[in-house]
């Protein structure tokens, strides 16, 4: 039976430390500070952001709203954004996703200040992973290995087998293991024989966004299994791995929810910190 790599209890630590930091920052006359943007009225976007806004009032971060109609011009985001971008008192912004129709996500996105992206997903950050270079990097890849490292899992030298190459957990998350020191082996949707991979791995990583797709068969004994996948199920959601049946033989196994998803709004509230780094903040 497997140990669980739990999330809640990391999380618990993490926003603990973030909110010494703010302390600190405030101390030297700073107040760290979100902006959030939400263009339209999707529901899950609105519990997100809410939800982000009761973290940082949790852990002392300053938090603005702003609320833009699903009919907003493009023109009218980025004149937003411009402003944000500009503002001094602005640390980090968020775009929620998705964007309403007709709007573009890669404009919207790479009109934010690199030193901003708390997503890190503008086009230079992205260049920062891949390049191996410090950078704001997105949350649920940096939760993956935060998780690790934080239950005490060397990732160092370790067969990581990643199951998704997708633009916001898979692809960047590669070469997050990869300044690790693993050998990692990438799998997708054209992989043949999936099992043959994933029985390889010391350390397996979904995600893919396939409910329980992950079975027992395809798991070495003792192997360590971490899941970012998030799907919605009757009665609530679940991970990529058929979690029941593979805590049987992984060592150390990330529940969903519970695992991965409870780290990810504390490590935006971490880029604001590092974003007041790069913006030139010293403390
Ligand atoms: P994408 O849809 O962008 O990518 C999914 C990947 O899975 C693709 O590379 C795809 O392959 C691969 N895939 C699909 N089907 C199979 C299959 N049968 N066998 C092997 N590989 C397959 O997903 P995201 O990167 O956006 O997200 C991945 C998961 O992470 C989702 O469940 C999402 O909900 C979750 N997520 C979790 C977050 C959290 O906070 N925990 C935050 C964000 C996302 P191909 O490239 O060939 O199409």
Known sequence: MSQLLDGKAVAKVLKEEIRVEIAQWKDKG???????????????SVVYARSKQKVCEGIGMAFELFTMPTNTPEADILARIDVLNKA?????????????????????M???????????VHPINRGYILSGQDGLFPATPLSCIELLIRSGVKIAGKHVVLVGRGETVGKPLVFLILKHDATVTICHSKTPDLG??????DILIAAVGRAKMIK?????????VVDAGINEIPGGICGDVDFEAV???ASLISPVPGGVGSLTTALVMRNVLKGIVLQGGTL
Do not use: C, Y
């Open 247 to 249: 805590q049987e033989i």
């Open 110 to 120: 790479a009109a934010v200040r690199p030193d901003k992206d708390v997503d890190g």
């Open 196 to 201: 043959a991979f994933t029985r390889q791995a």
């Open 88 to 108: 001094q008192d602005v640390h980090g912004i968020m775009i929620e996703l998705p964007l309403p129709k007709g709007i573009s996500k890669n404009t919207i």
């Open 30 to 44: 700073v107040q760290p500070k979100l902006a959030v943007i939400l263009v339209g009225d999707d529901p899950a």
């Open 216 to 224: 027992k068969d395809m798991v070495k004994p003792g192997a360590i």
